[in-house]
């Protein structure tokens, strides 16, 4: 028999329901408040990226084997441009958030002080001019700035994620993330390539010895090229010493880039074919000439296949070396392979997309722009972007220019990647 000082364990519940009530509480656990977000967007329909990114956070998205919903609503969204086939409207009138017809008022909600939590720039798809160099001229900095103006204006900055490469302008990529550390505004960019599923599952081991990497991708240029240097830079980014910058970069294109094969080793103007074929020893798409399955393309067949190979050259402060390929007619995804000091075989693997509707690897992506949303940190370093941002500008003015090498003093800067990884395994 318990003596009359003794304090039971019902006691114990008894009490604290009677304390929490007492206080206005719940005996169920209190959710946190969810954030609002705000969506800045060039187009929205079907197949765009506000299609596979913004709707994540309308409908949630498949993580780990359950069907993960954010802690966050879309309230407000400005779409610059209303094709043929457009969503918006639908989508707002489904999930009832309002249209605005600036950022400002998308950021303030159509009031007069900033009514949200984040903020998701959204600047792929839509018409819009070319450079000369044949960039579309996507707002994103347009769109950046408009935000920044009204963190200035309200003093204080909320989380930013920005799709793909900062700007099609080296300047303007630079201005975003000086801003962005100057008005201490938590930045997340880029693309799914990095936080994708790898086969097989692996990483480069942090401090590595990298002395050559090679990416074989398809697609065009100012568009899939970022996506292969993605591919590039979050591997090389874990190399010994960290990230250096880069010196110089050389586009290649057509007949320059079959001298390029020919040419075995980087001194000659090449790449190590062991990393080439290690690359398509990986690729679930290897394209075959008729009647040829199964076969290790010759030279003359992926001459046949490729009508328009794209290379850029990429020489780091460090001495490291990379090449990305091209190579539309031979492969239709991305794989990657790199030569390691005192190993005798590459590291390799294929950087996994998975098709079509679903398209879960913007699920991974979003899932880094969630994690920079509720905690004000980037999961992934911002200099990441800014540098592959670099990459593809001087890639496509080196093709614009004759094919000449290109020095990119403005590209020499340093950072650490995280040390832990970062892309999807469940």
């Given at each position: 028999m318990a003596n009359k000082f003794s304090f039971t364990r019902r006691d114990f519940f008894a009490t604290s329901a009677v304390a929490c009530l007492a206080s206005g509480g719940s005996l169920l656990a209190q959710e946190p408040p969810r954030k609002?977000?705000?969506?800045?967007?060039?187009?929205?329909?079907?197949?765009?990226?506000?299609?596979?990114?913004?709707?994540?956070?309308?409908?949630?998205?498949?993580?780990?084997?359950?069907?993960?919903?954010?802690?966050?609503?879309?309230?407000?969204?400005?779409?610059?441009?209303?094709?043929?086939?457009?969503?918006?409207?639908?989508?707002?009138?489904?999930?009832?958030?309002?249209?605005?017809?600036?950022?400002?008022?998308?950021?303030?909600?159509?009031?007069?002080?900033?009514?949200?939590?984040?903020?998701?720039?959204?600047?792929?798809?839509?018409?819009?001019?070319?450079?000369?160099?044949?960039?579309?001229?996507?707002?994103?900095?347009?769109?950046?700035?408009?935000?920044?103006?009204?963190?200035?204006?309200e003093k204080r900055s909320l989380p930013v994620f920005n799709d793909k490469h900062l700007s099609w302008n080296w300047d303007w990529a630079r201005e975003m993330y000086d801003t962005a550390r100057e008005l201490k505004i938590p930045f997340c960019a880029g693309s799914s390539l990095p936080v994708t599923w790898r086969m097989p599952s692996i990483e480069m081991p942090h401090d590595a010895a990298v002395e050559e990497m090679l990416c074989v991708a398809f697609g065009g240029v100012d568009s899939y090229d970022f996506h292969a240097l993605e591919v590039i830079q979050c591997m090389a980014e874990r190399r010994r010493g960290g990230?250096?910058?880069?010196?110089?970069?050389?586009?290649?294109?057509?007949?320059?880039?079959?001298?390029?094969?020919?040419?075995?080793?980087?001194?000659?103007?090449?790449?190590?074919?062991?990393?080439?074929?290690?690359?398509?020893?990986?690729?679930?798409?290897?394209?075959?000439?008729?009647?040829?399955?199964?076969?290790?393309?010759?030279?003359?067949?992926?001459?046949?296949?490729?009508?328009?190979?794209?290379?850029?050259?990429?020489?780091?402060?460090?001495?490291?070396?990379?090449?990305?390929?091209?190579?539309?007619?031979?492969?239709?995804?991305?794989?990657?392979?790199?030569?390691?000091?005192?190993?005798?075989?590459?590291?390799?693997?294929?950087?996994?997309?998975?098709?079509?509707?679903?398209?879960?690897?913007?699920?991974?992506?979003?899932?880094?722009?969630?994690?920079?949303?509720?905690?004000?940190?980037s999961p992934t370093p911002i200099e990441r972007t800014l540098l592959t941002t670099g990459l593809v500008e001087a890639g496509v003015r080196s093709l614009g220019k004759e094919q000449q090498r290109l020095e990119t003093p403005h590209l020499s800067f340093a950072y650490r990647a995280p040390q832990e990884s970062q892309f999807l395994r469940t």
């Open positions: 609002k977000l705000a969506v800045v967007t060039t187009v929205w329909r079907n197949r765009s990226h506000a299609w596979h990114m913004a709707e994540r956070f309308l409908v949630g998205y498949p993580k780990e084997g359950k069907w993960h919903r954010p802690p966050l609503d879309v309230v407000a969204a400005y779409v610059d441009q209303r094709p043929d086939g457009d969503l918006s409207k639908k989508r707002s009138e489904e999930f009832k958030f309002p249209l605005y017809p600036t950022i400002a008022e998308t950021l303030r909600c159509g009031g007069k002080e900033m009514a949200v939590d984040a903020v998701l720039i959204i600047g792929e798809h839509g018409d819009y001019e070319k450079s000369e160099f044949g960039q579309t001229k996507y707002p994103r900095y347009e769109f950046f700035k408009q935000v920044a103006q009204v963190f200035r204006e990230e250096t910058g880069v010196a110089a970069v050389q586009g290649l294109r057509g007949d320059a880039v079959w001298k390029a094969f020919a040419a075995e080793g980087w001194k000659n103007g090449g790449f190590d074919s062991r990393l080439f074929e290690a690359c398509l020893s990986r690729c679930q798409t290897l394209a075959q000439l008729e009647n040829n399955s199964h076969r290790y393309p010759t030279a003359e067949q992926i001459r046949a296949l490729v009508k328009d190979p794209v290379a850029y050259r990429i020489e780091y402060r460090d001495g490291t070396h990379a090449t990305m390929l091209l190579l539309n007619g031979l492969v239709t995804d991305f794989t990657f392979a790199a030569r390691l000091k005192d190993q005798a075989e590459p590291l390799s693997t294929l950087f996994y997309l998975p098709p079509t509707p679903n398209v879960t690897y913007s699920a991974g992506l979003m899932a880094q722009a969630e994690a920079t949303f509720l905690t004000g940190k």
